[in-house]
């Protein structure tokens, strides 16, 4: 049974995120099923640090916006959920292609959700994992 409790429309997600962090970084909502929400993100000059590598905090950025996105798809309409923690073990380097992340949630409340995200290179290897925090506000 589906966790969402709003339509998921990637097409919509994706307009959304036009002219913001995620779009400057490349990043991109790609699919979803029941329980959980995937999307991409490019390794290349956009993302990588000065040695040549993925940056960790590109990599944290995919993991907040499939979070939050996934979140706040779950959450009751009119509520707006917001990251206020987030915590990731860097576990693979990458030097090129495409990262793809998968948010489940661990934990889906009125006030607090929690969500794992796991993020694999383009040979399904783990490079990242990492827990998000949200806040869901209700409406005023």
């Given at each position: 049974?589906?966790?969402?409790?709003?339509?998921?429309?990637?097409?919509?997600?994706?307009?959304?995120?036009?002219?913001?962090?995620?779009?400057?970084l490349?990043?991109r909502?790609?699919a979803?099923?029941?329980?959980?929400?995937?999307?991409?993100?490019?390794?290349?000059?956009?993302?990588?640090?000065?040695?040549?590598?993925?940056?960790?905090?590109?990599?944290?950025?995919?993991?907040?916006?499939?979070?939050?996105i996934?979140?706040?798809?779950?959450?009751?309409?009119?509520?707006?959920?917001?990251?206020?923690?987030?915590?990731?073990?860097?576990l693979?380097?990458?030097?090129?292609?495409?990262?793809?992340?998968?948010?489940?949630?661990?934990?889906?409340?009125?006030?607090?959700q929690?969500?794992?995200?796991?993020?694999?290179?383009?040979?399904?290897?783990?490079?990242?994992?990492?827990?998000?925090?949200?806040?869901?506000?209700?409406?005023?």
């Amino acid at each position: 049974m589906p966790i969402w409790k709003r339509p998921v429309d990637l097409d919509a997600v994706n307009q959304a995120n036009r002219n913001t962090l995620m779009d400057a970084l490349g990043i991109r909502v790609t699919a979803v099923d029941d329980d959980a929400l995937y999307g991409t993100l490019p390794v290349d000059e956009r993302t990588r640090q000065p040695f040549g590598f993925l940056h960790g905090g590109a990599s944290v950025a995919l993991a907040e916006t499939l979070g939050s996105i996934a979140a706040n798809l779950a959450a009751d309409p009119g509520c707006v959920c917001m990251g206020v923690e987030v915590n990731a073990n860097h576990l693979k380097a990458v030097r090129s292609g495409v990262v793809t992340g998968c948010a489940r949630p661990q934990q889906i409340g009125r006030s607090i959700q929690v969500w794992d995200v796991r993020l694999e290179n383009e040979r399904q290897e783990r490079v990242c994992v990492a827990r998000l925090t949200i806040a869901v506000r209700e409406p005023r």
